[in-house]
Structure formats: C-alpha cells, structure tokens
T-cell receptor
Framework: DTAVSQTPKYLVTQMGNDKSIKCEQNLGHDTMYWYKQDSKKFLKIMFSYNNKELIINETVPNRFSPKSPDKAHLNLHINSLELGDSAVYFC??????????????FGPGTRLLVL | SQQGEEDPQALSIQEGENATMNCSYKTSINNLQWYRQNSGRGLVHLILIRSNEREKHSGRLRVTLDTSKKSSSLLITASRAADTASYFCATVRGGSYIPTFGRGTSLIVHP
C-alpha cells in the first residue's frame, strides 16, 4: 500500500547510456514532481506536472524528459547520461486543487550512479 | 533563486534536550513546510504552516512563522535518538504552488 513508489531503487550505468526511472502514486493526487538531490543534500525541483501543465526548471538539461502515461504515473527519461547526473532522484505528488502549494508525498528515491 | 535557508547546518544534542532549527526566506510566501529525511530515505512531511498562521503544533513538534522577519522555526521537544535526521524547510512563493527547499539541518540526537 505504498503511497509513492519508484523503481529502480539503485541504478548504476555507463556514461552515454539512456535510462528511465518510473514513479507511481496511489493517492489520487493531481500533481507529480521530480526532484534531484545532490551529494550535499540540496533538493532541486526538476519538473512539475499535472493534467493542465508541465513546468520545467529552466536549469534542467533537455536530456531529461518527463513522461506521464496517466495521472498516477510520471516517469523520468534521461538520455546520454553524464557523470554529473549521479545523484538521488525523488518523485513526489500532491493535490494542488487550491493552487497554493500543499503537502508533498515523496517516494523512497532512486540512487543513480554514472560511471 | 533559492528560498529557504536553514540554520544551523548541523546540530548535535543529547536525548531529552530540545532542538531548534530556523529557516529564513526572501520573498512573500503562500505557506512554509517542514520535512524530515532519514538517512537513505525519502522526505516525510511534518507540518505545513500558512502565511496567515503564526504557530502550529504536532505532537512534540512546534513550528512558528514570523512573516515580518521572513523566518520560521521548528522546535522538537524532549528529543529522542530516533529524531536523528535531516530537517528541511520548503517555501511556496505567492503565485506558485511549487515548494523550494533549503539545504537542511542535520540533527544528531545522542542516546
């Protein structure tokens, strides 16, 4: 009955590869997010997506792309992986019917290591 | 630009003591949220305080918000070893719904 789940938990891959991380939420929320947490624990928003709009942090390279097959899923695709992409990636969801920011529910994280 | 900044960066206390962490921000906000992250885990929501609120409680947690000083504090009373974690504040600016996280305070509670 996990609320927000991510797979895989660990991902080790070579530079230049393309990889995907999957995220699913069973909370019925309308908005999902991807965050990147670096080695210093700084958590940076990458994408926010609901059925109305995709908001992209302009600092995110276009090698990263979110894909949402339905309201409960937001997957993260990464092309041409680079060493600097190594980090922990968190998926989160919230119910943003008010549009003023509500509690976020986080997944357990995916630890990506690019060699 | 980054909104919330937690202070101190690290805090080490004995079990039973109180722990206070502060968060400062720069622009007007809709709300401010506190989260806990245990090592190797995802973030867990603790308390959300809206811009028109001044104080909220949840168990041993007390959060205050001073919008005139653009600051918030998280107080954990009678700390336990299990409170050892990183604590993050996240601010939601006016006109947005996306929170911006600070770098966190690393709390160690010694048994």
């Amino acid at each position: 009955d996990t609320a927000v789940s991510q797979t895989p938990k660990y991902l080790v891959t070579q530079m230049g590869n393309d990889k995907s991380i999957k995220c699913e939420q069973n909370l019925g929320h309308d908005t999902m997010y991807w965050y990147k947490q670096d080695s210093k624990k700084f958590l940076k928003i990458m994408f926010s997506y609901n059925n109305k709009e995709l908001i992209i942090n302009e600092t995110v390279p276009n090698r990263f792309s979110p894909k949402s097959p339905d309201k409960a899923h937001l997957n993260l695709h990464i092309n041409s992986l680079e060493l600097g992409d190594s980090a922990v990636y968190f998926c989160a969801s919230s119910q943003e019917s008010s549009g003023v920011g509500e509690t976020q529910y986080f997944g357990p994280g995916t630890r990506l290591l690019v060699l | 630009s980054q909104q919330g900044e937690e202070d101190p960066q690290a805090l080490s206390i004995q079990e039973g003591e109180n722990a206070t962490m502060n968060c400062s921000y720069k622009t007007s906000i809709n709300n401010l949220q506190w989260y806990r992250q245990n090592s190797g885990r995802g973030l867990v929501h603790l308390i959300l305080i809206r811009s028109n609120e001044r104080e909220k409680h949840s168990g041993r947690l007390r959060v205050t918000l001073d919008t005139s000083k653009k600051s918030s504090s998280l107080l954990i009373t009678a700390s336990r070893a299990a409170d050892t974690a990183s604590y993050f504040c996240a601010t939601v600016r006016g006109g947005s719904y996306i929170p911006t996280f600070g770098r966190g305070t690393s709390l160690i509670v010694h048994p």
